[in-house]
């Protein structure tokens, strides 16, 4: 009995994935826990598992293509096992997805007994006729407009409550096809005029297509909706690292002498902002309009933004406030590391109940950053800078580092905000502190 | 065009026609010698006389079929009922006789009749006074049913339902009586039963209100207006027939529709227009089609909860944000 394999939901916000490589051939025979291909999800590469013995009879995607959740990717079964039946199947669910097929549902309860006689280990696999794929939610503009276009709505990410597709979502999705369609004129003259307003009107410049990949869109969703629904503000303060400067040599030379990662200024920082966080339960929180609360976390996650060459991902410190530096500098650095490699793992950037955001290294002194949600504030970080400062009465060299807190007024107020930047600052003028 | 208010634009409406055809007369509790109980009759006793304004006493079923008889032998009355929600002592002659002769006599016999007086809630009246009726009565079929929002619409309407030969269930507002607003003076002036107005143009969702409800669509649209979102305001004006047509055209342009009905919800105005949208208009649809209501309860007397048993503005405000997925 062959087996299919389909598309997992790798992450709560996953709706499709790519698949970028394919680790095994067809043919190839291959073990329960066996990695066969990665994929590409909105927010991480990971790999995918078999979970039965066998063939891979077909690879039923090519690499860089996007399946949807439930989608078929392969066929796992016995050498020269006919695979027609699931193909045609899953087939005709891709056809229609909205109608579970009442053809399909008796042959998958058939299929199961046949299984069992078999002797195949508990090759129960993925579930099927329990309407795995699920429906696709759309409303009847978009999916009317879809049909008008040829749009296939299971490429399409809804917007709407419970991920509705709606009228905006093809528009937006016409928006994407229409410039390669302008840049070829041939197919101008049997398309239809498009009765939907689609207001952008591109320049008619030479220009070079980079598609979209699924975490830009996910920033790009993630960011505008911070932006546009958390009205936000920001705080600057001028810091005197001069101490905490000299702290971390300090602190260095002892990690280094027992051969443990260097601690960064960003570590203190982040150790800063956990026992601010703690004393400050307010800026520790989440504003969620749909539960119509506020929710203090009980615990302290700090996310630090990573850039990538192909956007930003942000890996999580937990219990930021409870870890020494040392523990945070490994930490950091090893999420860092796994983020330069596309292996973070979902969970890992999960949970963050707070964010900060370092543009020191560019030479930045100061900038705002967009808040990530569901936190209630972002701390932008500038770089260190040697300015000539006033100290009794003479100037003298010192050091300064910009912080700009961004909170989101629905929760955070400006004394609110004014005094939690106030402590994650005396935590770095007096960087002691940071040791009781 | 003058200045009227509401109650000014419905005493018009009446002394117009009455002056214009003799048949015409108005019979109530209280409307001659008191001049009506919220004035809207004052001063008419002295001008036609106790003949054709009459007072009656208390007995609606008594002075309702007493209409329906003079209007089955040729007279045009304009029964007015203190509040509707005693027209529900009057109900079998309004739903058994007036609603229905015309049919049962295979056309032998016009209705020409205005049932008129005050409907829905009005503030602290509890719960058997402050019935919304527009939903019961145009159940009926044989029934027109109209609940202007405007001294214009009112002063219009209520002159094409005194000339009309059917029965016209005619609802009004104690808490509009005394709303002012231009109002056109031709005695001419008819504005056709069953035609909507389109009261303001908007591109992003259609809200349908009719009555007091009207006004609380124009305050949602002049909010979503500070926002960026145009909402086109539909005033039916008429209940039955409804104006259906109007409707699906504005959704159809829109794509989305939220209906603001003082009714209790179930099997009410809202759920009609709902239904024909979803029938008419499906394909262009996308969002459900919300409703704001009275609560589904009897009407409370507090005042706290008088308030949230009827529609509010932002109720109404959230629903529009709701089907323009805005949040």
Not at chain 1, 48 to 71: A, H, R, T, W
Not at chain 1, 284 to 311: D, M, P, T
Not at chain 2, 165 to 186: A, K, Q, T
Not at chain 2, 226 to 240: F, H, K, L, M, W
């Amino acid at each position: 009995m062959a087996i299919p394999i389909e598309m997992p939901k790798m992450s709560d916000t996953m709706e499709e994935g790519v698949l970028v490589a394919w680790l095994v051939e067809e043919g190839q025979r291959v073990s329960a826990g066996d990695v066969i291909a990665q994929v590409e999800t909105d927010k991480a590469t990971m790999d995918l598992e078999v979970y039965d013995d066998g063939v891979l009879l077909k690879k039923v995607v090519q690499e860089g293509e996007s399946v949807p959740i439930g989608g078929l990717i392969a066929v796992l079964g016995k050498e020269g096992e006919d695979i027609s039946g699931i193909l045609a199947r899953y087939q005709k669910r891709a056809a229609a997805p909205a109608e579970p097929s009442p053809v399909a549902e008796p042959e998958a309860a058939e299929a199961v007994p046949v299984q069992a006689g078999d002797g195949a280990p508990a090759a129960v696999a993925v579930s099927e006729g329990d309407g795995a794929e699920a429906r696709i939610k759309a409303s009847p503009l978009a999916r009317k407009l879809a049909k008008e276009h040829g749009l296939d709505l299971r490429t399409i990410q809804g917007s709407g409550p419970e991920g509705r597709i709606v009228r905006r979502d093809i528009e937006a999705a016409l928006a994407r096809q229409r410039p390669p369609a302008e840049a070829a004129p041939a197919p101008v003259v049997e398309a239809a005029p498009a009765p939907t307003a689609v207001a952008a009107a591109a320049p008619s410049l030479p220009y070079e297509v980079v598609p979209i990949t699924s975490m830009r869109r996910t920033i790009a969703r993630r960011l505008s909706q911070s932006k546009f629904t958390a009205p936000h503000f920001y705080l600057t303060v001028d810091v005197d690292v001069e101490k905490a400067v000299a702290f971390r040599e300090q602190l260095n030379a002892l990690a280094e002498a027992q051969g443990r990662p260097k601690i960064s200024f960003n570590d203190l920082i982040t150790k800063a902002c956990a026992l601010a966080l703690r004393q400050h339960p307010e800026i520790n929180a989440s504003y969620l309009e749909q539960e119509g609360e506020i929710r203090r976390w009980k615990a302290i996650h700090i996310g630090i933004a990573v850039a990538l060459e192909e956007g930003l991902v942000t890996p999580v410190i937990r219990n930021a406030d409870q870890k020494g530096l040392g523990q945070i500098a490994e930490e950091t650095r090893a999420l860092a590391e796994k983020a330069r490699q596309r292996k973070l793992q979902p969970q890992e950037m999960e949970g963050a109940t707070f964010t900060t955001s370092n543009l020191g290294m560019f030479g930045i002194e100061e900038f705002t950053a967009i808040i990530n949600p569901p936190n209630a504030c972002i701390l932008a970080i500038g770089a260190i800078r040697e300015v000539p400062v006033v100290k009794e009465g003479a100037i003298v060299p010192g050091k300064r580092m910009r912080l700009t807190l961004s909170c989101d007024h629905r929760i955070v107020d400006g004394a609110m905000g004014a005094r939690f930047l106030k402590t994650v600052q005396q935590y770095l003028e007096e960087p002691l502190n940071l040791l009781l | 065009m003058a200045v009227m208010q509401f109650r000014e634009a419905i005493r018009a409406a009446m002394i117009e026609e009455m002056e214009r055809d003799e048949r015409v007369f108005l019979i109530g509790e209280e409307v001659a010698q008191y001049d009506g109980a919220y004035k809207v009759s004052e001063g008419m006793l002295r001008r036609f006389g106790p003949k054709r304004v009459i007072d009656t006493p208390i007995s609606e079923a008594g002075f309702a079929g007493l209409g329906i008889g003079a209007a089955l032998n040729g007279l045009r009355p304009i029964v007015e009922f203190m509040t509707f929600n005693f027209s529900f002592v009057a109900f079998d002659q309004i739903v058994n006789n007036a609603a229905k002769i015309r049919y049962m006599s295979g056309g032998q016999f016009k209705l020409p009749i205005v049932f008129r007086g005050p409907n829905g809630a009005a503030g602290q009246l509890a719960a058997t006074h402050s019935t919304s009726t527009e939903s019961i009565y145009s159940y009926f079929p044989g029934l027109k049913v109209i609940a202007p929002s405007n001294p214009d619409d009112a002063k219009g309407l209520l002159k094409s339902a005194i000339r009309d030969d059917d029965p016209v269930i005619f609802l009004e507002s104690e808490l509009m009586y005394s709303l002012r607003g231009e109002v056109n003076e031709d005695p001419e002036y008819l504005i056709p039963i069953g035609k909507a107005r389109i009261a303001r143009e908007g591109e992003d969702v259609t809200i349908v209100a009719h009555s007091k409800s009207y006004w609380i669509a124009l305050e949602v649209a002049d909010r979503l207006a500070e926002e960026g979102y145009s909402a086109e305001v539909i005033d039916p004006r008429t209940i039955r027939p409804f104006d259906f047509d109007t409707v699906v055209q504005s959704v159809k342009k829109t794509n989305r529709c939220v209906i603001i009905d003082e009714s209790n919800p179930f099997a009410s105005v809202s759920s009609e227009v709902a239904f024909q949208i979803q029938q008419r208009a499906f394909d262009y649809l996308d969002a459900p089609v919300l409703r704001v209501t009275a609560k589904d309860t009897p009407a409370p007397y507090a005042k706290n909860l008088i308030e949230y048993y009827m529609p509010s503005v932002e109720a109404a405000y959230e629903a529009c944000k709701k089907v323009l997925y805005v949040d």
